[in-house]
């Protein structure tokens, strides 16, 4: 029915109940994003995909889940949303991050990811000093445009912040912002820790340019960022003879 909502009829009606989506979130949200695979991802899908459960009449019980005092039904409501990506769900998805409960904040932070945005972003910005590092890259790495991105990198922001933007940077092999990436690695004027984490973004980028970056820093003052550039160096150039075999 979704594949039909959105290739032909944006009239498909869904009979099916709340409280029907709720009981079973993994197969629903493996339905929803088997649906918008199949047609690309592009925003018409998502659109469409999101119209179909509105008509439906079931958006504001999945809405009203997230802030029931049932951990179960939040955690269900929050895979549905975040993978219909309902914009009304982030900031209900947003304070799930906040949520005492491990297991919560954990659905609560891959579903917001999943949802992206700007407002996702801030989201997660808001709260790096309580999310794990690792958590908020790949988070970030899902949820962050490219224009989000490169607001980033260019501005001044605390190092943990700034090593989980350079991190998410990595994790999307993303070549369009390596000069700004190296750069950063470059600047004896950043924190340690963040010119390190650049060297490392560098070495997941894979780029030939990393490479060429990395080299200038063989005589950096700094003997921690020299062994990360060393590293990233032998990273990028492994990457670049598979790619020619």
């Not at 972003?121 to 999310?131: F, I, S």
């Not at 600047?187 to 060297?199: M, P, Q």
């Amino acid at each position: 029915m979704l594949a039909t909502a959105i290739g032909s009829d944006p009239r498909v009606v869904l009979n099916v109940k709340s409280a029907e989506v709720l009981a079973e979130p993994g197969p629903v949200t493996e339905v929803i994003s088997a649906a918008l695979e199949s047609a690309g991802n592009g925003l018409m899908a998502q659109l469409a995909v999101a119209d179909t459960f509105r008509r439906s009449g079931l958006e504001p019980d999945l809405l009203n889940s997230l802030a029931s005092p049932d951990p179960v039904l939040r955690m269900a409501g929050a895979r549905v949303c975040g993978a219909l990506r309902l914009p009304d769900a982030v900031p209900w998805l947003a304070d799930l991050l906040d949520e005492p409960s491990p297991a919560v904040r954990d659905v609560a932070i891959r579903s917001i990811a999943n949802a992206g945005g700007h407002r996702v972003v801030e989201a997660l910005l808001a709260r790096a000093d309580r999310l794990p590092m690792y958590r908020l890259a790949m988070a970030l790495a899902q949820a962050a445009s490219d224009i989000d991105l490169e607001s980033l990198l260019r501005e001044a922001s605390p190092a943990k912040t700034m090593v989980a933007v350079l991190m998410a940077c990595g994790l999307r092999r993303d070549a369009l912002h390596g000069h700004l990436v190296v750069r950063m690695a470059q600047d004896r004027e950043c924190e340690t820790e963040i010119r390190v984490a650049a060297c490392r973004a560098l070495a997941m980028i894979g780029e030939p340019a990393g490479a060429d970056g990395m080299r200038l820093l063989a005589t950096d003052e700094d003997e921690t960022v020299r062994k990360a550039s060393v590293r990233a160096r032998m990273r990028i150039s492994a990457a670049i003879r598979r790619r020619i075999a």
